[in-house]
């Protein structure tokens, strides 16, 4: 019963922040909301930057290459020195090279991987100049470009997709900035921990028992943790840790804020293209997907743990797992609410978690692992979940096209061969990154050392840490040992893959769309607002990440389901 | 490229004084003026009310069975058809058998953050007979400090009901003087 008002609670939520949210950001990107105008205004100067001068694809691109570039030596050079600059009560050590590069990388390219205890390794400066930063920072990347892409389908016989700083700037103060600071107030207020004081040591003079209790500055970072899809705690528990998430309703709103932004760019999609219905049908696929990836989910968890029920029979007890499979969750928050945060972390890029992915039941695991592997469009990360769905919907359209025996169009676009090469790029990275980086690490010794469980799931610790980073998710089957020259390197190229080889393509496309003229909607043309076409997506996305993942998925979590009895 | 990289170098400094620091602090000084009690980790007495501790033996509520490390946090991340698993939980059963009390699920696996501060009523009201014993008080005393440690599902409706071991432990200890 409690499940369903979460959900019900969670639906009407994100349904007012679909609308509003949705054209609020579009009146964000054409420059229509300037409350902040004179801040807005300083930065510009700052920059030596015009906002009205706008860029083509290519010099776009650059900007945010070259931007990404140096926000990765600053965040790796501030890991590397933090032990000498300050605001560091722990007395944290200087950060390993080979870990600040995977974790610089990391933040940067909003995945938020993390092969580190969080409240035993970054300083309270790394925390919030260099890691909090770059949560701001690279959602707000993502959304520009997908905002880029987007304009691209709306123009006509224009050269240019919009200006990458103005983009950037007015994502950071007018959309990040102002909700995470409302939503950080209301996190302290139900006891988040916010403070820059060392940790705390307490004698309980009941039972003498003694604790040291690590603090520090969380209670406003956790918002944009979740606002931005970035996932990555200050503190090693993530989202289970009380500090970072402490009741029931906080664990509610970090599922809104997670799935807010993506959901809502659908919105802000639709009315850029002058139809909101051409958002509602790319909605529709990602609810559809997204509902039953949870469904199946919260059913898996709601079952019992099968290695507790072993362990009840080998000991002659009767152990009743009425509240579902609690290993690795919490029991404030519950199983069914534990396995909806997660999914819905794990399917919008934010990797954040409020329990141990690695205990989910198999089909609990399933259904986390193979949401990534769809490729994080249901919803999808801030901006990333929009411009790869509409890789896919270029797909869709295409396919759409052969059946029918006509030139697909896509909102008044021709798509021609070398949009169809670009999307397939784009779609084609990330399966091809997972799948060659996961049979190097099971070939070679170096890999397989990292995985803590034996058996079928071992493989899949391996298998989801290359989806995650890929996908830019940084969720774990948390087992995994990550902090190794092997998998801080492997997983850092995964990332830089997963983001820059998609994002490059999406702008590409968007840069030939806009230079392109549009043809009138004809008798013939292929509508793409309407339930059939939020179908033909579905498929499409399903279809390229079965045949791309269904053998690897089988090696993992199906056996680990299918084999009744055994335990490894 | 050139202007690229003198942009991105002024814009990087300009979000570390705008975001990390701007942002952070202003988010300090409101935790501290408005929250303070939260913001330093709503610490008590005997310790924080949000953080988990161990309380062996049946003198006691017993909470999970977590390291409760709050300096390293996290799940034990062991999965469900795992042998390790099989053999903690069967430890942890037949440890809570000697004490007289009947294992329910949470009891006899760890958390997610490896420092849950909370146990299910079902936990709880199934230790009511060994703790009243150990502690030699009528175990309707014992299950009415219970029923009063309970703490509904949050606005009604949000999570599971639960009842927070530090609070019902102090409860207990005002209770036996």
């Known amino acids: ?568 | 490229m050139l202007t690229h990289l003198r942009r991105s170098i002024v814009a990087s400094i300009v979000f570390i004084v705008l975001l990390g620091f701007g942002y952070n602090y202003a988010g300090l000084a409101v935790s501290r003026v408005f929250f303070a009690h939260q913001a330093n980790g709503s610490i008590g007495k005997n310790g924080s009310p949000l953080i988990g501790q161990n309380w062996t033996g049946p003198h006691w509520f017993q909470g999970r069975p977590d390291s409760d490390n709050p300096l390293s946090t996290g799940a034990a991340n062991l999965g469900p058809r795992s042998k390790l698993l099989v053999s903690d939980v069967a430890k942890q059963i037949a440890v809570l058998k000697r004490e007289g009390i009947a294992p329910t699920a949470d009891l006899v696996t760890t958390s997610g953050s490896g420092i849950d501060p909370d146990i299910s009523p079902a936990d709880a009201y199934d230790q009511v007979k060994a703790v009243a014993d150990s502690n030699r008080l009528p175990v309707w005393q014992v299950r009415h400090l219970v029923d009063a440690h309970v703490h509904g599902r949050q606005l009604g409706i949000l999570g599971s009901p639960y009842v927070n071991v530090l609070e019902l432990n102090e409860a207990l200890a005002a209770e036996k003087h």
């Open chain 1, 1 to 568: 019963m409690g499940f369903f008002w979460t959900v019900s609670a969670t639906v009407v939520l994100l349904a007012i922040t679909w609308r509003f949210l949705g054209s609020y950001m579009a009146a964000v990107f054409d420059g229509r909301i300037n409350y902040l105008r004179w801040l807005e205004r300083l930065i510009y100067r700052l920059l030596a930057v015009d906002p009205e001068q706008e860029q083509s694809w290519q010099r776009y691109a650059g900007a945010l290459v070259v931007f990404s570039g140096v926000a990765i030596l600053v965040t790796y050079t501030c890991m590397r020195i933090q032990q000498h600059i300050g605001i560091n009560p722990q007395h944290q050590l200087d950060v390993k090279p080979a870990l600040s590069f995977n974790t610089a990388v990391s933040f940067v390219t909003n995945t938020n991987w993390q092969n580190y205890s969080g409240e035993s390794t970054m300083s309270f400066f790394t925390l919030m100049v260099a890691l909090t930063v770059q949560q701001f920072v690279s959602a707000s990347v993502g959304i520009a470009v997908a905002i880029a892409m987007v304009r691209g389908f709306v123009r006509k016989d224009c050269a240019t997709i919009g200006n990458f700083w103005a983009d950037l700037v007015r994502c950071i103060l007018y959309i990040m900035v102002p909700i995470s600071f409302l939503f950080g107030i209301l996190w302290v207020a139900q006891g988040a921990v916010d403070t820059l004081g060392a940790s705390v040591h307490v004698k309980n003079a009941l039972t003498g028992f003694t604790q040291s209790i690590a603090r520090g500055p969380m209670g406003f970072i956790e918002p944009i943790k979740q606002l931005g899809t970035n996932g990555g705690g200050p503190f090693n528990a993530n989202g289970a840790h009380p500090y970072e998430n402490p009741t029931p309703l906080t664990n509610l709103l970090s599922l809104v804020l997670v799935l807010a932004i993506p959901f809502a760019l659908t919105y802000t999609f639709g009315k850029m293209a002058g139809k909101i219905r051409e958002g509602v049908a790319l909605l529709g696929a990602m609810v559809l997907i997204f509902s039953v990836w949870a469904g199946i989910a919260a059913y898996a968890e709601q079952r019992p743990n099968p290695a507790v029920a072993r362990g009840a029979a080998v000991t002659h007890t009767v152990v009743r797992q009425k509240a579902g499979n609690m290993e690795g969750k919490e029991v404030r928050n519950g199983a069914s609410a534990s396995s909806l945060y997660n999914i819905a972390s794990t399917q919008t890029s934010t990797g954040s978690v409020d329990s141990a992915n690695d205990s989910f039941n198999p089909m609990g695991g399933f259904a986390l692992l193979t949401g990534m592997m769809l490729g994080e469009v249901t919803p999808g990360g801030a901006g990333s979940g929009l411009y790869t769905i509409l890789l896919m919907a270029v797909i869709a359209v295409f396919i759409g096209g052969l059946m029918i025996g006509r030139t697909p169009e896509y909102l008044g676009k021709k798509i021609q061969a070398r949009e169809v090469k670009l999307a397939a790029i784009g779609v084609l990275v990330m399966p091809v990154t997972v799948l060659i980086m996961t049979a190097i690490a099971v070939s070679i010794h170096a890999g397989r050392v990292g995985a803590l469980n034996a058996g079928p799931h071992g493989f899949t610790e391996i298998l989801y840490a290359f989806t995650s980073q890929a996908n830019n998710n940084g969720s774990a089957f948390a087992g995994l040992n990550g902090n190794t020259a092997f998998y801080n390197v492997m997983g850092a190229i995964a990332m830089l893959m997963g983001r820059f080889a998609v994002m490059i393509p999406c702008l590409a496309l968007g840069g030939t769309l806009a230079a392109k003229g549009s043809v009138p909607a004809g008798l013939g043309t292929f509508r793409t607002d309407t339930p059939m076409f939020s179908g033909l997506v579905v498929g499409v996305i399903v279809i390229i990440g079965g045949l791309s993942f269904f053998p690897a998925v089988s090696l993992g979590p199906i056996v680990e389901q299918l084999s009744t009895g055994k335990f490894f």
